[in-house]
């Protein structure tokens, strides 16, 4: 599905934890057609200041959405279903994300990127988002759930954050038929740790009996933790990346990562095109750090 | 009344004064979901250089107030790719395409601009003098006896027009154009991105690994529009003006200030569809203020009762 450029009218903005909003916005139906793990750019109308567009994982998607009513408000955008995207305030532009009101417009591009790659016959998938990093994830655990329901696929999802106002959609993914894991760096939610330490424990004692993926979204320090995770216990590995990012379409070449090869010169990959979900093993991780301070937002 | 959107510039005739700028419109497949690429005036693609260039680590972009500082250092697949993989979809859009090159010698824009003559589909060469996000991009935009020598040396190795595109980091702009049209331009196209810089104060960091970046957008809008006036004032070239330009209104300020035509840049990340905006927005501008033709609208500044009008006792 190529992507498109639309309007689309915020339905709902809803305050779902302290510095966490769910917003519901409304657009053509080609939106609904998503892979977990692709995201949307999402703009202001006037498009000067904030001048770039911000990237945001699909939470998910209802299609089709009853078709609004011709002289109403959304009826200019020829509305036929709703996204929902899950986002934290960290900066200029997410606060205000978080201040508008429903009846709004924002510009939207996508869905974008390649989104992750869903094997059919496994019998389990392990999941992981630190903080922020858990709309795809959730998007994920939902559409395996239905999926490799034939299968009777055992999804564990671990939730990682800071503390326990940074866990989100714990009962979303339960509803879906997920175990779901939490730690929390404070421990006023289950471990007290790191995510990563859960994951451990649980692969040391399960590895045998897994045959599918490691899929994973949050904060670098936590993607890069888990690499030599996946590798020593030889499991496949999903990464969704970050990066700054112009346009979200392959044509600033602004998102890069940078990729193993050879010594002699570096190699980048497009965040936007050719991700935003890698290959742990294709990722050079001790390199990517060294992106000079950014990124703090999605910390978990 | 249908107005008349055409215009030439360097002898390559255009259906509008439309253009996209080099480096924010990839090699345009990246644009074919979001708009028909046939409207365009012309299409101005990234910078290629002999060899390919992995450009610059990240992060290689920043917001800033209304702009944005990019470092991606010249990334491109180079010279034989571009030709081998890129050019055959662009000669089939329609619009004519124009290549910008960029090098490190005069040696390598000859041998880009005569490589490129010996291919069919493209209308012009575009040379990036003044990329300020590699070492020695700047060198020959900075300089107006360089800037003479390197335009002069590229005429002789091709025939297709050539559109030098000045760097507005310098002091007098009027001077390196003035260099580059005694060398033999066809054409300027200005300006290109302002070096800037951006400091993260929590961690005491550049937010750009390269340090300092290009800075484009509307913040330079203004910046773009003067440069653009001073030079049409003194050369008589047909110039390309760019910089912040996201709307029709922001364009038409380049024509009246004396540009031939304009190229859309960063707008194009922000919204795709941009151009086609723009071209449909000077269309109807013309149409509201009954303009026949734009190239009426080209330097048609009014300057009565400012500073700068030109009166008998003045002259
Ligand atoms: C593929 C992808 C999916 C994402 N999905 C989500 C999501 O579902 N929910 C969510 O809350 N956040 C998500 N993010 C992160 C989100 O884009 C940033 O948090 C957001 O852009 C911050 O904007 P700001 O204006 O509040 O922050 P500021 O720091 O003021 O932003 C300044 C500039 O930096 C960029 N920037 C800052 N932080 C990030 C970051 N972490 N990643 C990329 N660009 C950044 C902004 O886009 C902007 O251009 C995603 C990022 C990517 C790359
Ligand atoms: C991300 C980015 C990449 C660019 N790459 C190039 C390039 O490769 N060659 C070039 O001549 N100009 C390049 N430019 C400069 C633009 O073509 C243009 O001159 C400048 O951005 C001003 O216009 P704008 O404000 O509309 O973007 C680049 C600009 C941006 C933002
Ligand atoms: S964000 Fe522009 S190329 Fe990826």
Redo the contacts with the bound molecule.
Sequence with gaps: MSPSECHVEVVANKQIAPE?FSMRLAGPARLARFRP?Q?LMLGWTDGRD??????????SAKSPHPPFSKGGNGGIWGAKCEVE?????????????AAMRPGRSLRVVGP??NGFEISRNVTSAVLIAGG?????IAALTEVLATRCAAHGTKIAVFLGGRSKADLLCVSDLRRAGATVRVATEDGSAGHKGLVTELLEQYLDARRSTLDGPLYA?G?HPMLAAIAPIAERHNMPYQA???????C?FGACMG?VVPIRGNARERTYRL??KD??IFDGREILWDEQGAGVG?????AV | MRPDLSITVAGIRMQNPVMTASGTFGYAQEFEPFLDLSRLGAIVVKTITRTPRVGNPPTR???TPAG?LNAIGLQNVGLEAFIKEKLPYLRTLGPPIIVNIAGESIDDYVELASRLSDQEGISGIELNISCPNVADGLIFGCNAVLANKLIACVRQATSLPLIPKLSPNITDVVEIAQALADGGADALSLINTLIGMAVDVRSRRPKLSNVTGGLSGPAIRPVAVRMVWEVAQAVKLPLIGMGGIMTADDALEFLIAGATAVAVGTANFTSPSSAKRVIDGIKAYLIDHSVGRVTDLIGSLDLTGTTREITEWSS
């Design positions: 966490y793990g995201f904030p001048l770039l567009s911000r990237a945001m994982s699909i939470r995207i899950l986002y934290k305030v960290c900066g200029r532009g997410t606060a205000l994300l974008l990127g922020i990093g858990v709309p795809p979204c904060p969704s990346m970050e990066a700054n990012m112009a979200g998102c965040v936007c991700g935003p950014k990124m703090e937002g999605s | 972009i920043v917001e944005m």
